[in-house]
């Protein structure tokens, strides 16, 4: 069993960044993909990053391309999120997944592709 540990979640101002981060325990981590995603009030889970491998190609979401990086440390069982620039449609909660069956890349954005999820950390962007 795999747990994911979310933080970094908090309130920001418009334009402001943030960094999260998502430890993973209670496995050996040399997952095959690690990622994020997303999901605003009344909206439904939405894909945001992931990386496919390690070293491994990164895949985002349009909207956060050029804002938003994610990072994997192996040695440290951890994965980040740096958000840049971020904008009030960034505001939602934010889930760390892992996944150790290999994933097309041209699925990562589909939640049950994914075989771990954290349990999130809140992410508000104000004006």
């Known amino acids: 069993q795999v747990q994911l540990l979310e933080s970094g979640g908090g309130l920001v101002q418009v334009g402001g960044s943030l960094r999260l981060s998502c430890v993973a325990s209670?496995?050996?981590?040399?997952?095959?993909?690690m990622g994020w995603f997303r999901q605003a009030p009344g909206k439904p889970r939405e894909f945001v990053a992931a990386m496919l491998g390690n070293p491994g190609d990164t895949y985002y979401l349009d909207s956060v391309k050029g804002r938003f990086a994610i990072s994997w440390d192996t040695a440290k069982n951890t994965v980040y999120l740096q958000m840049n620039s971020l904008k009030q449609e960034d505001t939602a909660v934010y889930y760390c997944?892992?996944?150790?069956?290999?994933?097309?890349?041209?699925?990562?954005?589909?939640?049950?592709?994914?075989?771990?999820w954290g349990l999130g950390t809140q992410v508000t962007v104000s004006s």
């Open positions: 209670g496995r050996s981590i040399y997952s095959y993909a």
């Open positions: 997944v892992a996944a150790w069956t290999k994933i097309h890349h041209t699925l990562v954005q589909e939640p049950p592709r994914w075989d771990y």
